[in-house]
């Protein structure tokens, strides 16, 4: 089944998730939710930013996610050009674009006024990022789909373990309302998948299994990215376990469960036990991490 004929069969599913997004949606504003108040100390400090106010991990997952966010225009090129920019599909990329438009500007807001990372260091990445361009580019709709369903979930991790690693109410906020949004979005996407499995299994199972066995995060152009994942993956924010245990496992075992879908092609079939061991092994590194991470606290 070609691309133009599965968006066709399933824009009346993507019309009523949109409609449902659309009505669960809520509306909240970054001014209010940004601390103000600590503009003082921030005109005291120069507009510079506090060494030893948090955890190198965390601040590195702050300028991960944010300057992920700010590489917006190049997330919504991509979704136009594999989804279209008519019917529900465009309209559901253009609100997507608007909300995502609202997370960088409170956390930028937020990081800025709280002075939490260098903001001539958080400009220049800015300026490297988007002048890169450089975001995961699946090479169709239903390998989009299967991608950012998965995509989704793991940045709603990311940022709720990173507002709870703040250790700062508002920041606690800022990150949740973030959250709260990525989750709706993941919901848009997993439940395309999900029906994407019924209307052609085989197709899903083998874009599923190649999307997840390759899978990456947005922010691989970031300069330093390597570091930074290094650091964030130390302070328990975001590793292989976390992966593992709250995106992998739930969608592919729980939400999808691959390894009861009927009716594959043989190439499906090879697809679903590359997956199935894929999931295996990353578990069995999951348990290997939490194990010395158990040894160090001991």
């Not at 069969?9 to 103000?36: C, G």
Request: hydrophobic share 40%.
């Amino acid at each position: 089944m070609q691309d133009a004929a599965v968006l066709h069969e399933l824009t009346p599913v993507a019309e009523q998730l949109l409609e449902r997004h659309l009505e669960s949606a809520i509306e909240w504003f970054p001014h209010e939710v940004v601390p103000w108040e600590r503009g003082n100390e921030l005109r005291e400090r120069g507009f510079g930013y506090r060494r030893d106010s948090v955890a190198p991990g965390v601040r590195s997952a702050l300028m991960v996610n944010l300057l992920t966010e700010d590489n917006l225009p190049w997330y919504s090129r991509t979704l136009s050009r594999i989804f279209g920019s008519d019917s529900a599909w465009g309209e559901w990329g253009r609100r997507w674009t608007a909300e995502e438009g609202r997370h960088s500007i409170a956390m930028r807001d937020y990081v800025t006024i709280s002075g939490l990372v260098d903001p001539s260091e958080l400009e220049q990445a800015r300026m490297a990022q988007v002048s890169s361009g450089l975001v995961p580019e699946p090479e169709n709709a239903v390998d989009g789909m299967c991608y950012v369903a998965v995509q989704e979930l793991a940045t709603r991790v990311s940022h709720r373990n990173t507002g709870a690693a703040l250790e700062d109410p508002a920041g606690y906020e800022v990150m949740m309302r973030l959250a709260a949004d990525e989750n709706k979005h993941h919901l848009f996407y997993r439940d395309l998948v999900t029906s994407l499995f019924k209307l052609n299994p085989s197709r899903a199972m083998e874009s599923l299994s190649n999307q997840i066995r390759s899978f990456a995060m947005p922010g691989t152009g970031i300069p330093g990215f390597a570091e930074h994942a290094r650091q964030i993956a130390n302070e328990g924010i975001y590793d292989l376990s976390v992966h593992h245990d709250r995106i992998i496992e739930p969608l592919v075992t729980k939400q999808w469960a691959v390894d009861k879908v009927q009716g594959l092609s043989a190439a499906a079939e090879q697809a679903r036990e590359s997956l199935l061991k894929h999931v295996e092994r990353l578990g069995k590194v999951a348990n290997r991490m939490r194990e010395r991470r158990q040894e160090a606290a001991e």
